[in-house]
T-cell receptor, first 112, second 114 residues
């Protein structure tokens, strides 16, 4: 009963490097989301997906790309990391509609 | 613009000292209001969903209520294990201006001392 699994849990990048964060859910949820959480800013939506093969921009999409090739996976990519992308990243999933979200445990990313 | 404001930012209580957290919201059409608990280093954990004014839900020492403009999370006789950050989020009805995604407040950090 894993729920939402995020990998890696921690990562340090140098400015300009690229990386991909992986989110996997085993609840057969249609909707998946990527948020970032910064002190004093709360949770802000980066990108989301309403189903396999679909993606859409959220509140703060610049500098990030996403892909949803399989229903259970949602990938978040940083092509050229910047110090402003230092944050804790959370993935979430839901059935959609009126249902709440199930969150992963987060990825703490530091860009130096 | 849809907005969620939580107060206070931080709250320190003695064990057994009851209190309330506030979540004020502005949304074009409320579909649901959600409360989450977040422990340090972990993801938010779902607590409640409220759908209409007057609705109340309870879980152990927590009780959530909803009016047309705000929601309260009442904590009765809190224990140290209730220490966490409590997040409020709203979901608007799907229309041209909203995809129905949750909009989160910044949270209230609760500390309960023994």
């Amino acid at each position: 009963n894993a729920g939402v699994t995020q990998t890696p849990k921690f990562r340090v990048l140098k400015t300009g490097q690229s990386m991909t964060l992986l989110c996997a859910q085993d609840m057969n949820h249609e909707y998946m989301y990527w948020y970032r959480q910064d002190p004093g800013m709360g949770l802000r939506l980066i990108h989301y997906s309403v189903g396999e093969g679909t993606t859409a921009k959220g509140e703060v999409p610049d500098g990030y790309n996403v892909s949803r090739l399989k229903k259970q996976n949602f990938l978040l990519g940083l092509e050229s990391a910047a110090p402003s992308q230092t944050s804790v990243y959370f993935c979430a999933s839901s059935y959609g509609g009126i249902y709440g979200y199930t969150f992963g445990s987060g990825t703490r990313l530091t860009v130096v | 613009e849809d907005q969620v404001t939580q107060s206070p930012e931080a709250l320190r209580l003695q064990e057994g000292e009851s209190s309330s957290l506030n979540c004020s919201y502005t949304v074009s059409g409320l579909r649901g209001l959600f409360w989450y608990r977040q422990d340090p280093g972990k993801g938010p954990e779902f607590l409640f969903t409220l759908y209409s004014a007057g609705e109340e839900k309870e879980k152990e020492r927590l009780k959530a209520t909803l009016t047309k403009k705000e929601s309260f999370l009442h904590i009765t006789a809190p224990k140290p294990e209730d220490s966490a950050t409590y997040l409020c989020a709203v979901q608007a009805h799907f229309d041209e201006g909203s995809q129905g995604n949750l909009i989160f407040g910044k949270g209230t950090k609760l500390s309960v001392k023994p």
